[in-house]
T-cell receptor, first 112, second 111 residues
Framework: GEDVEQSLFLSVREGDSSVINCTYT??????LYWYKQEPGAGLQLLTY?????DMKQDQRLTVLLNKKDKHLSLRIADTQTGDSAIYFCAESMRGSQGNLIFGKGTKLSVKP | DTEVTQTPKHLVMGMTNKKSLKCEQH?????MYWYKQKAKKPPELMFV???????INESVPSRFSPECPNSSLLNLHLHALQPEDSALYLCASSQDFYGYTFGSGTRLTVV
């Protein structure tokens, strides 16, 4: 079956690194995504990684993918108060015609 | 233009009203989607259009009626909704089923 799991909460201090973790169950996943959602807003695509990659870096964001363990992580360096939001991990499968499977979301709180 | 635009941003409607949500993108994406998101929950897929044809309907009640007039526009027609249909309705688009771009959503309240 398809299932994406995330821890629900993470609290960090401003300037520290944040690591948000995600596990998925379907080994046929083709793309894995990280979305950010601020209160009352839509989903902002932060980054995505193709399933044959191990790592992707984009400025303060680093995505690590461990296909063997079906584990995805998002590291935010130098976390700022503006990074406070809910972060959703999502996967799409080959042939799924666009059905994104979302995790429940991790609420990141950044304390000054 | 790299955005998905949704209108209106907020909508309050009665249970006997008929209203429509609109979504527009000019990125040349050939797949467009409607998602429903309840508070503190992840988005749930409702409909997928691929090349202007409905390809997925996730057993959505008929009081929700999608329409894709052309490759840039996606509508969601609402009729006889229930209070439990109150939610954030998100539109998204993608090219070749990856790199989805979401709109800001329409926050719907049914009274």
């Amino acid at each position: 079956g398809e299932d994406v799991e995330q821890s629900l909460f993470l609290s960090v201090r401003e300037g520290d690194s944040s690591v948000i973790n995600c596990t998925y169950t379907d080994s046929s996943s083709t793309y894995l995504y990280w979305y950010k959602q601020e209160p009352g807003a839509g989903l902002q695509l932060l980054t995505y990684i193709f399933s044959n990659m191990d790592m992707k870096q984009d400025q303060r964001l680093t995505v690590l993918l461990n296909k063997k363990d079906k584990h995805l992580s998002l590291r935010i360096a130098d976390t700022q108060t503006g990074d406070s939001a809910i972060y959703f991990c999502a996967e799409s499968m080959r042939g799924s015609q666009g059905n994104l499977i979302f995790g429940k979301g991790t609420k990141l709180s950044v304390k000054p | 233009d790299t955005e998905v635009t949704q209108t209106p941003k907020h909508l309050v409607m009665g249970m006997t009203n008929k209203k429509s949500l609109k979504c527009e993108q000019h990125m040349g994406h050939r797949a467009m989607y409607w998602y429903k998101q309840k508070a503190k929950k992840p988005p749930e897929l409702m409909f997928v259009y691929s090349y202007e044809k409905l390809s997925i309907n996730e057993s959505v009640p008929s009081r929700f009626s999608p329409e894709c007039p052309n490759s840039s526009l996606l509508n969601l027609h609402l009729h006889a909704l229930q209070p439990e249909d109150s939610a954030l309705y998100l539109c998204a688009s993608s090219q070749d089923f990856y790199g989805y771009t979401f709109g800001s959503g329409t926050r719907l309240t049914v009274v």
